[in-house]
């Protein structure tokens, strides 16, 4: 096989989650850690004639959920020359290590069920992402909006945008000196960041805020149409973003839920 010529963004250092949320117990409202947020799937699929990189995508896959029973990020590489494929998994600070390993291991199944065996892939869910590229694809430099899912419902109330500027601002002060994750409040506003486990603090503050908004999408992905699981029946209470960029620079998630009700005693996801 020839060096892959496809762009995809599948080496992000940065993974920042933005919760925001009515003060109310996350317990209530968040959801489920396992569910679908983002698949990102190369156009380009995994030539194998001998069976060579299954047996190292294998391989890889196999080592990244023996490590994510004891450890909240872990990067390799497996196989060798052309053959050698790079990979990753990350999961959300706050979860246990036993909700980490149960995270990850859905991820290689559901990359296959819902990728197949392509030369890079990506997959995003509420608790943990895993990526995988076979070595010599080739990315794209910048940050870039892979993908975004907006409710048709604007946030009520006097005073928004200032509570949640506050918030995000709060954020990228607290982030860079708290060893990569990091939640706070502001008045009804919460948020939750989180890094990637090899980024820089100072890249890690850099990215974690934007008061201009966020970069457009590039023409130039060759991701497969992004999609959520639950994007639908989210109506009026999430937003995501997700935004990649070159390796060393950065990869960015926010989601944004609204709780509707204080009163509710269960988030209907």
Known sequence: MGSPRNTLYTVPVLLVILIILELTSLSKSAPDYTSLVYKGCAKQDLADPTGVYSQALSALFGTLIAQSSKAKFFKTTTGSGQTTINGLFQCRGDLSNVDCYNCVSRL??????????????????????????????????????????????????????????TAFSSLANGIGNANGFYTTSYESVYVLGQCEGDVGSTDCVDYSYYQNGVPKRSSSSSYTSPSSSGSGQNTGKTVAIILGGAAGVGFLVIFLLFARNLTKKRDDY
């Open 108 to 165: 290689p199944i559901l990359i296959d069920k819902l990728c197949g065996k392509p030369i890079a892939a990506r997959l995003q869910l509420f608790g943990c992402y895993m990526l995988y590229e076979v070595a010599g694809f080739s990315q794209i430099s910048g940050m870039e909006m892979l993908y975004k899912t907006c409710s048709g419902t604007n946030v009520g109330g006097a005073g928004y945008e200032e509570k949640r500027d």
